[in-house]
Nanobody, 115 residues
Framework: QVQVVESGGGLVQPGGSLKLSCEAS????????MGWYRQAPGKERALVAG???????NYGDFVKGRFTISQDNAKNTMYLEMNNLEPEDTAVYYC?????????WGQGTQVTVSR
């Protein structure tokens, strides 16, 4: 079983920044892909950003160049740097790790954007 732990969430004012981290426990198999998803109350979980093979990235349309995803393979850790945050970005942010076709999710970290 792979353990996935997110951190870095919190309360920030509109226009502010946060950096989320996602650490996956070490396994003998390589990580194929990692991704950040978010879910706001009453809404479906949506892809924020993904990274495949540690390099190829994709983003949700709503990101609009404000977020950057990155991965440190040596640490089995993924990051999401979020800038120019808006109240609409308020949600629980989840990390997903794909290994050998299996997906492992973290418990999520709350991001709240408010004055």
């Amino acid at each position: 079983q792979v353990q996935v732990v997110e951190s870095g969430g919190g309360l920030v004012q509109p226009g502010g920044s946060l950096k989320l981290s996602c650490e996956a426990s070490k396994t003998i198999y390589p990580i194929h892909a990692m991704g950040w998803y978010r879910q706001a109350p009453g809404k479906e979980r949506a892809l924020v950003a993904g990274i495949i093979g540690g390099r190829a990235t994709n983003y949700g349309d709503f990101v609009k160049g404000r977020f950057t995803i990155s991965q440190d393979n040596a640490k089995n850790t993924m990051y999401l740097e979020m800038n120019n945050l808006e109240p609409e970005d308020t949600a629980v942010y989840y990390c997903k790790v794909r290994i050998r076709g299996h997906d492992f999710w973290g418990q999520g970290t709350q991001v709240t954007v408010s004055r």
